[in-house]
């Protein structure tokens, strides 16, 4: 349980400062005060170390109430030889059980197979095979006689062969009967065992036992009393102990629980400041890229050659004072897919559209006083400023060096001009239509970035829920 607490500055106000008014306030989220746990915890532990001292207390007083050695070990033997009666007791009554389990099995066979032979002998008058016997002969001998009448001899006849055919029946009735003494036999046995194991003599030292552990108690019953009383307020103690570490564990359990919540609750603050940072990051960068967008199609929607037709105005101007710049043409529209007919829709340039032009000298503009004074000095030297001659060089046309040569760099610049200005318009909605694909690239690519970095994130935050679920698993 540390003491440390949450500092606004960790879960919010951290960013504050950078990103001024429009930063949302952040809520407080308060640590728990584990202090006041550990002031309880403390107090738990001095009343539990107040009732260890009364615990030894008794346990001193328990060692003191003592009966005399001689008269514990007597008692002890006796408890002990009580216990042995005891389990030989139940043994013995377990035996006696399984005795009288075995005849109630065996007589409830015995009953059924009694039953079986007076089923069969209920039909005829006969008890047993000797007494079928009996009549067979009899019957025989009168036939042997010869004194019968020929209906009663077969009358006779038929009846000895039911009576044989009877006696085969009988077979095994007397097999069922000798099962029946064998069960009978069984029975006695049991019988006899279930009484030679008594539990009277068992019983007998029982009580004799019981008596005499009852006289040593009934003369030290004071110290016994004492002693019992003892070993209840001890075992009080133990109870009021137990009451205590409960308590304990209580709090330290309701603890753990307010600062997992808080835990919770700061790491959701902490993740509502990062999106909400991530989606400022975001604005931002959209309008950067709106910006960029903005000012790439603002450079291409200038119109083509502006610069290098400028400058051939200039070098113009500056080889021919008589020459007049004509006034700029309107600029090719950026909205849309551009028309392929003739009839070019133009509109004017917009005022917020940057012209990326490249300054001139104060030259360009074919001064008289310069002029004037390359006159007087027209039949001494042949002179060209060096800026001159760098446009020139930029336009890849080559530059007099002498007077005769003017007319002829003029010339030059004035097809060159016309040859931009053709191709002017053309070149403006290929600029355009460049910027434009250059501008989808760039957003496909940023699209596509975005789109990884969000798989990135689900991945690991996938990865973060099945960790945790195996933790709580485990």
């Not at 007791?89 to 399984?98: D, F, I, L, M, P």
């Not at 010339?411 to 040859?419: N, P, Y």
């Amino acid at each position: 349980m540390s003491s440390t607490t949450a500092s606004p500055s960790s879960t919010a106000n951290g960013s504050s400062n950078r990103t001024g008014s429009s930063q949302p306030q952040r809520k407080f989220i308060k640590r728990p005060d584990d202090k006041a746990v550990k002031d309880q915890v403390e107090a738990l532990r001095a009343e539990i170390k107040k009732l260890d001292l009364t615990n030894n207390e008794l346990n001193d007083a328990i060692a003191k109430a003592q009966i005399d050695q001689k008269i514990m070990d007597k008692r002890n033997d006796l408890q002990a030889q009580l216990k042995a009666l005891i389990a030989k007791q139940s043994s013995t009554k377990n035996e006696r059980n399984a005795i009288n389990d075995q005849i109630k099995n065996i007589d409830s066979q015995l009953k059924k197979k009694i039953a079986e032979i007076q089923t069969q002998t209920a039909k005829n008058s006969f008890k047993n095979v000797g007494e079928i016997d009996a009549r067979i002969s009899y019957l025989d001998s009168l036939i042997d006689a010869g004194n019968l009448k020929l209906a009663d001899e077969r009358r006779h006849v038929k009846e000895m062969s039911s009576l044989r055919k009877l006696r085969k029946d009988f077979g095994s009735i007397e097999k069922t009967q000798a099962l029946i003494d064998q069960d009978k036999e069984k029975i006695a046995e049991l019988k006899k065992k279930l009484s030679s194991v008594q539990n009277k003599e068992l019983s007998a030292q029982y009580d004799k036992i019981q008596k005499e552990l009852d006289e040593i108690n009934e003369s030290n019953k004071s110290i016994i009393s004492k002693r019992n009383e003892l070993y209840n307020k001890r075992n009080e103690i133990k109870k009021q102990k137990d009451e205590k570490f409960n308590e304990i564990r209580k709090l330290r359990a309701d603890f753990d629980e307010q600062f997992a919540k808080f835990k919770v609750t700061l790491a959701e603050e902490r993740k509502k400041r990062d999106e909400e940072y991530k989606q400022r990051q975001e604005e931002e960068k959209q309008q950067k890229r709106k910006e960029i967008a903005e000012k790439q199609l603002a450079e291409a929607s200038v119109p083509a050659f502006t610069e290098e037709i400028n400058s051939i105005h200039n070098l113009l101007s500056y080889f021919d004072p008589s020459y007049v710049k004509p006034a700029p043409k309107s600029a090719v529209t950026t909205n849309g897919n551009l028309p392929t007919n003739n009839n070019i829709r133009k509109i004017e340039m917009p005022e917020d559209v940057v012209v990326i032009k490249k300054e001139q000298e104060a030259f360009f503009a074919g001064s008289k006083s310069k002029k004037s004074k390359q006159k007087k000095n027209k039949s001494k030297n042949f002179t060209v400023d060096p800026e001159v001659i760098v446009s020139l060089s930029d336009l890849s046309i080559p530059f007099p060096t002498k007077e005769e040569e003017v007319t002829s760099t003029v010339g030059i610049l004035k097809e060159t001009l016309q040859a931009l200005e053709e191709k002017q318009e053309e070149q403006t909605k290929i600029n355009i239509e460049k910027a434009k694909a250059r501008i989808a690239k760039l957003e496909a690519e940023e699209d596509a970035r975005e789109a990884e970095e969000a798989n990135a994130e689900a991945d690991e935050a996938e990865e973060g829920e099945e960790q945790e679920e195996q933790n709580g698993e485990a």
